[in-house]
């Protein structure tokens, strides 16, 4: 058996706090990380520190330039054990985002359509929580009641098996 964590995460950033006022959530950011310490993250947000337009997969370090300028960061952490074939299956698809990452941009057209009730999936395009829920249903670690583009950061809330370790900064967690 392996373990993967899935953060929910409020940035503070202009975006993150338009997103807390839409969704009315103390989170508006989702990620998955493969290691206990949550040092990567991997996501769909901003790929330059900068910008927000140029945005799509992305990889998230603790210790990178983000993270020190959005140091106040608050998440939820949760521990999900999974067979080492879906941790597999996990790092292949994130392996393969990986090597296309050009290919995979953040879906700005897509977030405010399927706010509306509009299911429009586009080819290689997601947001954050749309990205984490197509990961863990491809890798066969739950099934969800609704189409993974209508997923939101507060449904990764209650998800049986995933169970919350740690509340708080995320730059205290260790």
Known sequence: MKKIYILLMHTNTIP???IKFVT???YSHVGISLEKNCNTIYSFGRRK???ILNAGFCIEYKEGKFFEKFNKTMCRIYE????DKQY???EKLINKMKLNMNKYKYDYIGIVARFLGI???LK??????YFVATILQKANICKFDKKTCFIRP????????FNEIYTGSYMSYK
Not at 124 to 129: D, E, G, R, T
Not at 154 to 161: Q, S
């Open 154 to 161: 507060k449904d990764f809330e209650n998800i049986k098996g």
């Open 124 to 129: 290689n395009k997601y947001v954050c929580s």
């Open 88 to 90: 597999e299956d996990i």
């Open 24 to 26: 009315r959530y103390e």
């Open 16 to 18: 993150a706090k338009i």
């Open 80 to 83: 999900v054990e999974i067979t």
């Open 49 to 51: 520190f900068n910008s």
């Open 119 to 121: 299911p429009i999936i």
